[in-house]
């Protein structure tokens, strides 16, 4: 059996990428640490075809060596917005008539697995940073809190895990709206 080569695929160039239906998510990071953390956002972005990624506070911002070491180009084709704040980006996409979920493991917080979509809702996900999560003045703002399951005994290492777990979910219940 042959591997199939990148050309093989024929995957859109970021021109053709950025022309796309996007899924209707944003994907905001609260004051994530670690360039390479984001970086691997920008990859689950542009796996999923999210709409943006909002990158809040002290969270790196491209160009960024650290960054591309995990996003991997993928910091060019998924659009990014800067805000110096995430309560102020969360304030802004309400606005906009977002559904804002902090995903987080705070009381209420209901299961992943239970999320009904609503097709024609717009959402945000909320991810905190590496220490501390979701500040707690972005959980206060958000309309809704979720949770994922994790067996892992340090659960907010495996952040990055719970992006694509999230991601995953939304696909195909908004794909059709894209």
Not at 80 to 100: F, P, Q
Not at 138 to 146: I, K, M
Request: net charge positive.
């Amino acid at each position: 059996m042959r591997k199939i080569t990148n050309e093989e695929l024929h995957r859109p160039s970021v021109e053709e990428f950025a022309a796309m239906p996007k899924l209707p998510l944003v994907v905001v990071l609260d004051n994530v640490r670690s360039a390479q953390n984001v970086g691997s956002f920008f990859r689950t972005g542009d796996a999923f075809a999210v709409e943006r990624i909002a990158l809040c506070g002290i969270t790196a911002v491209p160009p960024c060596r650290e960054l591309h070491k995990t996003a991997l180009g993928a910091e060019q084709s998924v659009a990014w917005t800067h805000h110096a704040s995430t309560v102020e980006c969360i304030d802004g996409l309400r606005a906009a008539g977002y559904r804002v979920l902090a995903v987080e493991q705070v009381e209420g917080a209901a299961m992943l697995d239970a999320l009904a979509f609503d097709p024609q809702a717009r959402y945000a996900l909320v991810f905190g940073n590496e220490v501390e999560g979701v500040s707690q003045e972005a959980v206060d703002r958000a309309t809704e809190r979720w949770r994922s399951r994790s067996w892992a005994p340090n659960t907010r290492s495996t952040f990055r895990c719970r992006a694509g777990s999230f991601c995953g979910r939304f696909l195909p219940a908004l794909r059709s709206k894209a």
